[in-house]
């Protein structure tokens, strides 16, 4: 499947996990691509090679999607790297672990403002460029199950994430007479490093499992491939929808 081939795209938060792996789905089908991060480093530049030796392109802007100048800047940027900008995945995220009562004002703002505000900004300046040449466009917002389904001690998180339902729900509506589509992407437990204190701990990685019906995490790959249908021409009549990839996770119920 070549279902990409002479579109761009521009994936925040892509030096690992999630978004390495959309990164890499995309251009496997022949998309150009815009990574991300707040730095370039060895991973960032590893992912440069492979995608150049698959016979694309990739370049990677810095910017940190937390501080809305960045973001609305990175998506600017993007916009000229390869003549055009299709496709936009909000990928960067980040989750911080307290009980409610201990939160800080600076760690709920980071929360936010990563997870809803630069996403918000980020998406309204892709909109105007879109409008502007009067082209169509595509986002995916790396939501989670969270949007649906608690998370005890990651208040701001599941705020955060319940925020990305309710916009992506409301641009749906507002951006479709513009020929511009938006979905959520639900991931359940992934195996990526943002998990890395639950993937070193078997107690607790085997509590998660028990109430996964599908008895693994899940891969990188795994969400990749429904952002690689969302942002694709296949999904052409999908908008303001989230498809959960998850294993079964947010609807489970224990049979007795
Ligand atoms: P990860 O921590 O492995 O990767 C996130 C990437 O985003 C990192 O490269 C990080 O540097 C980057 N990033 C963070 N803040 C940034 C900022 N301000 N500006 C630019 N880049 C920034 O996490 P992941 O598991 O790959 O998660 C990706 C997305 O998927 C997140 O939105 C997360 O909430 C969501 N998600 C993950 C899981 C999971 O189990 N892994 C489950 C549900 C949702």
């Known amino acids: 499947?070549?279902?990409?081939?002479?579109?761009?795209?521009l994936v925040t938060g892509s030096s690992q996990g999630i978004g390495a792996a959309c990164a890499l789905r995309m251009a496997s089908e022949g998309a150009k691509v815009i990574l991300n991060g707040r730095k370039l480093d060895e991973r960032g530049e590893a992912l440069i090679r492979a995608i150049t030796e698959m016979g694309s392109k990739a370049e990677f802007i810095t910017a940190d999607i937390s501080i809305t100048a960045e973001a609305v800047r990175l998506v600017n940027e993007a916009t000229g790297v390869f003549g055009a900008l299709d496709i936009l995945v909000n990928n960067a995220g980040v989750e911080k672990k307290h009980d409610f009562w201990d939160v800080t004002e600076e760690e709920y703002d980071l929360v936010m403002d990563t997870n809803l505000k630069g996403v918000f900004f980020g998406i309204q300046a892709f909109v105007k460029y879109c409008m502007a040449g009067k082209k169509p466009g595509v986002i995916v917002n790396m939501s989670s199950v969270h949007e649906e389904?608690?998370?005890?001690?990651?208040?701001?998180?599941?705020a955060s994430k319940g925020g990305l339902k309710m916009l992506t729900r409301n641009l749906a509506t507002e951006l479709a007479p513009y020929q511009i589509r938006i979905n959520n992407v639900a991931p359940g437990a992934i195996s990526t490093p943002i998990n890395k204190s639950l993937l070193e701990n078997k107690e607790l990685l085997n509590s998660v499992l028990e109430n996964i019906p599908m008895k693994r995490l899940g891969k990188p790959e795994d969400v990749a491939a429904i952002v690689a249908f969302l942002a694709s021409d296949e999904a052409a009549y999908v908008t303001g929808s989230t498809y959960f990839v998850d294993g079964g996770l947010t609807w489970h119920y224990e049979e007795q």
Request: charge should be positive.
């Open 149 to 158: 389904i608690i998370f005890p001690h990651f208040a701001a998180y599941c």
């Open 1 to 9: 499947m070549k279902r990409y081939v002479n579109k761009t795209v």
